[in-house]
């Protein structure tokens, strides 16, 4: 069973920083982080290839940093120079290489209180 095994979520101060972390349980080819606040539709944060080309939300662009660690099956997300509107339920989510499967993570609140 394939799992995504999220941590680092938790409540910080504008402007400032936090690392979330995306542990799979088997090898992924993308991996990436989406966020969602009530009442709205779930957004793509930032994603990732396994070769390591990402793509990122113009809102987060210069701020959050997404990398990875295949041998570690491990995505992270660095999330800088945090606003309040970010406070959101982040989600990992990956698809293994050639497949048109997703696979979802628990989520992970984080909370920017201005």
């Known amino acids: 069973q394939v799992q995504l095994v999220e941590s680092g979520g938790g409540l910080v101060q504008a402007g400032g920083s936090r690392r979330l972390s995306c542990a799979a349980s088997?090898?992924?080819?993308?991996m990436g982080w989406y966020r969602q606040v009530p009442g709205k539709q779930r957004e793509l944060v930032a994603r990732?290839?396994?070769?390591?080309?990402?793509n990122y939300a113009d809102s987060v662009k210069g701020r959050f940093t997404i990398s990875r660690d295949n041998a570690k099956n491990t995505v992270y997300l660095q999330m800088n120079s945090l606003k309040p509107e970010d406070t959101a339920v982040y989600t990992c989510?990956?698809?293994?290489?050639?497949?048109?499967?997703?696979?979802w993570g628990q989520g992970t609140q984080v909370t920017v209180s201005s």
């Open positions: 990732i290839s396994r070769n390591g080309g990402t």
């Open positions: 088997v090898s992924m080819y993308f």
């Open positions: 989510n990956a698809s293994p290489y050639g497949s048109s499967r997703d696979y």
